[in-house]
């Protein structure tokens, strides 16, 4: 089935001593097949995952036909590390993962012996590549008093170099914690999350100065002047868009929570500031209620993603079908630099385990989704 492949120009922020720059990335924008191409293709699917007795996982921000082949062949659609936890304790031995590369990373951490494939292993993100290992290796040696607390949208080999990583939504609770013991915080990668985190709890922390692409263009003035327009709806900002948007929420959450938000609040108009892919899962979970786009761009700006992240876009039917064919890009992680990043990771889930019940993950997959809800990255 030939498709013609859309090369997209990126700009994302680098850190740089005594500031930051912008860099300069790439993604491929797969073509959109027809309607008898995208049907052949969603059974062909269903048909290679049973054959390879593959599992699915794919994230909130893929495309709406991934989440829901995801689900309906027994895989799941979450935040990344839900979908690394799940792929972890499925006994399926290949893990298809779609989303971006720190997120099979992730599962390969925690699933080591397991094959994990990706639709493309060149989809990334800008918080990953606005963190190399060397430089932010080189940041901590430099300040050597502090814990070093890292999110999940890094790299293994940054994940390596950490003492906790955390999520959007444990993120404060574990830095309310350390702070509580007298610690001093080295953060790293999102200056927004940091910021926030910061703001809530008092920390002394030290912010690495990285941003997503996506949620660093939600404006605060225009989203001031849509919710004149819509003055019932209710706000839903995730923590890594900027301060003057944060502050206009009614929930500041990260993905699952937002969901749960829009499933449960009594509001029928919901405006909200993520990644443009989780509208989907939203208008299923809560069907009959309104979602709008908070804006990125008043009428002079230029829009670097339009709400949607131009790497979890390059998963597509077409390459999905392709690397189950193919048994092809496998994600493969260093096993010294697993060994290192599953320690910060399992501090994470210890502490989470802990907060919640007292007890530490299983591989009980319902009672772990109900412990962990709402726990997620992104």
């Known amino acids: 089935m030939e498709q013609t492949i859309a090369i997209k120009p990126i700009e994302y922020e680098h850190p740089s001593e005594g500031g930051s720059c912008v860099a300069h990335a790439w993604a491929r924008t797969p073509a959109t097949p027809s309607p008898e191409q995208r049907a052949e293709l969603i059974a062909r699917i269903k048909r290679l995952l049973k054959e390879r007795e593959a599992v ?10 991934l989440q829901d082949l995801a689900e309906e062949t027994g895989g799941c659609v979450s935040d990344s590390l839900e979908m690394a ?6 006994p399926a031995k290949t893990l298809v993962v779609a989303g971006v590369r720190f997120m099979g990373e992730t599962a390969k951490i925690l699933s080591p012996d397991k094959t994990i494939l990706m639709p493309d292993l060149d989809a990334t993100c800008s918080l990953d590549l606005g963190c190399p290992a060397d430089e932010f290796t080189a940041f901590c040696d430099a300040h050597p008093d502090r814990t070093v607390v890292v999110y999940a949208n890094t790299s293994a080999a940054v994940k390596a170099r950490a003492d906790w990583m955390v999520t959007s ?11 509580e013991q007298g610690k001093k915080i080295l953060w790293a990668p999102d200056k927004h999350l940091g910021g926030y985190i910061q703001k809530e709890t008092g920390a002394d922390m030290l ?23 819509y003055p019932n709806a209710k706000v839903l900002v ?9 502050a206009q929420a009614d929930v500041v959450g990260s993905t699952s929570q937002m969901i749960a938000a829009a499933v449960n609040m009594d509001a029928d108009t919901f405006i909200v500031a993520t990644d443009n892919g989780i509208l989907h899962k939203m208008r299923t979970a809560a069907p009959g209620k309104t979602f709008i786009e908070a804006p ?21 039917l077409q390459n999905l079908a392709e690397v189950l064919e193919n048994m092809g890009n496998e994600i493969h992680v260093d096993p010294e630099i697993g060994k290192l990043a599953v320690k910060s990771i399992n501090r994470m889930l210890d502490f989470a385990a802990a907060k919640k019940a007292k007890v530490a993950p299983g591989a009980d997959l319902a009672r772990e989704a109900k412990l962990f809800k709402g726990i997620g990255p992104a």
């Open 56 to 65: 699915l996982v794919a994230h909130y921000y893929v495309d709406a036909d």
């Open 85 to 90: 936890r799940f792929g972890r304790d499925h």
């Open 169 to 179: 939504s444990i993120g404060l609770d574990i830095v309310k914690h350390l702070h």
């Open 207 to 229: 912010l690495w100065q990285g941003s997503c692409l996506v949620h660093d263009e939600f404006k605060g003035v225009e989203l001031d002047l849509l919710k004149a327009e």
């Open 238 to 246: 995730h923590p890594e868009s900027p301060a003057n948007v944060v």
């Open 296 to 316: 990125t761009a008043g009428n002079s700006a230029t829009c670097k993603s339009c709400a949607h992240c131009p790497w979890m876009a390059m998963n597509g």
